[in-house]
């Protein structure tokens, strides 16, 4: 069931770029919230302690997601992305649920994220302001995927405040030659 659908800044690459335009993109950054493959060496006790207590609890990845979390990241309950211009958050729900009992209230500062009669996903203050009337939500099998269309060209640590931070010098902030 899709309910709405935002055509997104970085939708479709342009068809056939021409060679010089390729010299200039830059692959992804590696995302810092992946496991590695090989299981590092044990930590003694103390340092393990220390390393939790420095990174925030994150799941390494759904499976079902499409988000890639390009300038964002994956956290145990949803995973998001980020442009300059919007921030994307896809949340694992039930595939069998229908829109009419998904709850989604996007308010400038707010965002509400649940199933009806049930605790709420996300819920709290938004890392920025966002256009509200711009913004949507659309639910695609067993994935629920909203889109928060920033009101400042910036970027945000967290979609909602307490949730874990990203560090935003660590961004790929180069634009593509066409967002000139």
Known sequence: ET???HQRAEAPPPPAPAPAEESDSKPAPEDVTEVPTTP???PTPAANTSQQQKEPKVERAHSESSVTPYNGA???KYSWSQTLYETTVEVPIPA????????VKITKSRLEVGIKGKDLIIQGELGGSVKWDDSTWLKEGAMLQV???KELETWWKSVVT???EIDTTKVDSV???SEY
């Open 3 to 5: 309910i709405a659908r």
């Open 40 to 42: 590092p060496a044990q």
């Open 74 to 76: 994956v956290t145990d």
């Open 96 to 103: 069998h649920l229908k829109s009419r009992e998904i709850h």
């Open 147 to 149: 889109t928060l269309v």
């Open 162 to 164: 307490g949730d874990p």
């Open 175 to 177: 634009r593509h030659v």
